[in-house]
Nanobody, 125 residues
Framework: QVRLVESGGESVQAGGSLKLSCTAS????????MAWYREAPASHRELVAT??????????YYTDSVKGRFTISADATKNAWSLQMNNLQPEDTAVYYC????????????????WGQGTQVTVSS
């Protein structure tokens, strides 16, 4: 089993910044993908940013609405990643969830997707 713990959500005013952090704990696993999702009121959960480790340095993706404002980064040796959010706007208000695609040693014969508990980000105009 793998546990994801996230933190950093707060209430801020438009133009402010926040940094969300996530750490995966457990044993005998590696992370293929690290990501952040969000779910706004009366909306579906959407992918915000992700790092896919198809290469040593990883491939980065951002949804259009956050490009230039949000930055995802990771310390793979610590199974940790973060989302730096700058120039926050009211439309960024949502519950943010960290997510990871996890792979176990071949002997375990399994992989899976894990979610954090969610952290509330509220941006006031």
């Amino acid at each position: 089993q793998v546990r994801l713990v996230e933190s950093g959500g707060e209430s801020v005013q438009a133009g402010g910044s926040l940094k969300l952090s996530c750490t995966a704990s457990g044993s005998d696993f590696s992370l293929d993908t690290m990501a952040w999702y969000r779910e706004a009121p009366a909306s579906h959960r959407e992918l915000v940013a992700t790092i896919i480790y198809d290469t040593t340095e990883g491939t980065f993706y951002y949804t259009d609405s956050v490009k230039g404002r949000f930055t995802i980064s990771a310390d793979a040796t610590k199974n940790a990643w973060s989302l730096q959010m700058n120039n926050l706007q009211p439309e960024d208000t949502a519950v943010y969830y960290c997510n990871a695609a996890v792979r176990f040693p071949p002997a375990y014969g399994m992989s899976g997707t894990y979610w954090g508990q969610g952290t509330q980000v509220t941006v006031s105009s």
